[in-house]
């Protein structure tokens, strides 16, 4: 089948995924493995082959850096110490633990390849986890933990990959030196890769800004190009470019550009949304598109045996999770490393979703097909098909066993949610529309026009308005907001009368296309402007 027509087809059944899982009550994530799943046995889709390297350039970059872009700095540097030990320490622990189980239940794997698929199962997955507790009220420290693990340790599982693959492909000719070496180097190279590229693309864009080139769709293509250029330069340099492309997607999430319009904001805003939605499903898409593929390959096994091996390995995962989160948990209260809750122990429901929120994805698909086939000495790959299948198998499993009952077992434990974000939206929202009276209430002073006057003071009630709404006690904001509510109400009702009388203008041939594009487009404006909630100011 041609690129295009697969391609084609790809968002065809991505785009069905997303209006067919509305009937569901399944994770869009899981629904959209499912049809894939069922799209491989029609004709043309059987055979569907993924490179690798393709895969990791394409979709992992913008993805990766869509999230990391996102995440709240501060709050990151809030939870760093237990994502670095999870980041870290749960990954060098798993590659090792689930090596050696491997190899002990299948004694023909290497001890090496089972490293291999030790540190091809290991990282959390950036894509999958935010697509799975999106929309779930997880309490905010716990969102950011889970989110800021997964960028980071896609970065450093895939570093143990290929220090896990090197061994084995020199069949053992490497030491342990060697190992700490070319960690040190692929991942302080990675950093450093990120921040250079991040700062000499933010430079060049503010120097095309200040030259006049302040057009949002160029500003907006610069953008998404940055996390392939971080990428592509630290592949070339032989370091590694998923943590390239995290490092510069959390400094550039913090870094203005400056010059940059509202437009340009904006237009970002929404195609790094579209870009989001659609890779995000084309990689679920396509996992369900290899599974029977994976199935037919490790097909001489007893399916019992396969069916085992998957489910002991999850089972062996989760344990070493949960294991590591509630220890390293305990263990930093008792000596008060970096504890910032007090005298207060932690939270076993708050601990019991971290470890659960353990969801693999994209990252552990693309690093599986990418195990070479032949070994340094020109051998097959040993239990290549066998490494494949059980990382695809992983990822299914976390998709159903964790992301699944995800949002049951965020209602049964009742986690308290942190309304420490809330409080400071409702302070920063008051502070902002007192600095907007401020800038304009000098002014009535100095204007004498009825008209200009009557409007000052409705833009100055306007803002006591909001003010009021978040300072007042609940009964009568709840009351401020159903006014706010009902003006709302009015106003989008104006708008689609004159919507109406527009397309009825048109009809009667009385305006022409390009007048109509015009005034739905100043139409459409106002409608988004006056649809917005009236809780959020």
Partial sequence: MQVIELTLILLLLTALGGVLVRWTKIGLPIFLVLVGALASMLPGLQAVSIDPELFLLLFIPPLLFADARILPRRDLLHVLRPVL???????????????????????????AVAFVLGAIVTPTDAVATVATTEGLPLPQRVSHIVNAESLLNDATG???????????????????????????????????????????????????????????????????????????????????????????????????????????????????????????????????????????????????????????????????????????????????????????????RRLFIIGWAAVRGSVTLATALSVPLLTSTGEPFPERDLVIFLAAATIVLTLLLNGLPLPWLLRKLDTPVDEKGELEENAARVAVAQAGIAAVEPLLASITEPSQRAFVQQLIHRYESKIALRESPPGEAAAQAERIAAARRLRLLAIEAERECMHHLHAQNIINDETVRVIEQELDEREIVSSLDPSRG
């Fill in 158 to 348: 895939l570093v143990a990959f290929k220090l896990a693959v090197a061994a084995a492909a020199a069949a053992g000719h490497v030491t342990g030196l060697d190992v700490g070496i070319n960690f040190v180097v692929l991942s302080g190279g990675g950093v450093l890769v990120g921040v250079a590229v991040q700062w000499l693309a933010r430079k060049l864009r503010e120097r095309l800004i200040g030259a006049g080139a302040n057009d949002p769709v160029l500003q907006t293509l610069l953008a998404v190009l940055m996390p392939y250029a971080a990428y592509l330069v630290a592949e070339a340099l032989h370091v590694s470019g998923v943590l390239a492309v995290v490092i510069a997607g959390l400094w550039g999430g913090s870094a203005e550009i400056k010059g940059l319009s509202a437009d340009g904001r904006r237009h970002a805003r929404e195609v790094w949304r579209m870009l989001a939605y659609i890779l995000n499903g084309l990689v679920f898409v396509l996992l369900g598109l290899q599974l029977r593929h994976m199935a037919a390959a490790v097909g001489h096994y007893d399916p019992w045996w396969l069916l085992f091996l998957a489910l002991a390995l999850w089972a062996f995962l989760m344990v070493l999770r949960l294991s590591w989160v509630w220890a390293s948990a305990y263990i930093r209260y008792r000596v008060q490393w970096g504890w910032s809750d007090g005298e207060v122990g932690p939270d076993p």
């Fill in 85 to 111: 030990l999870l980041a870290l320490g749960l990954v060098a622990l798993t590659v090792v633990a689930v090596g050696w189980f491997l190899h002990w239940l299948v004694p023909a794997m290497p001890l």
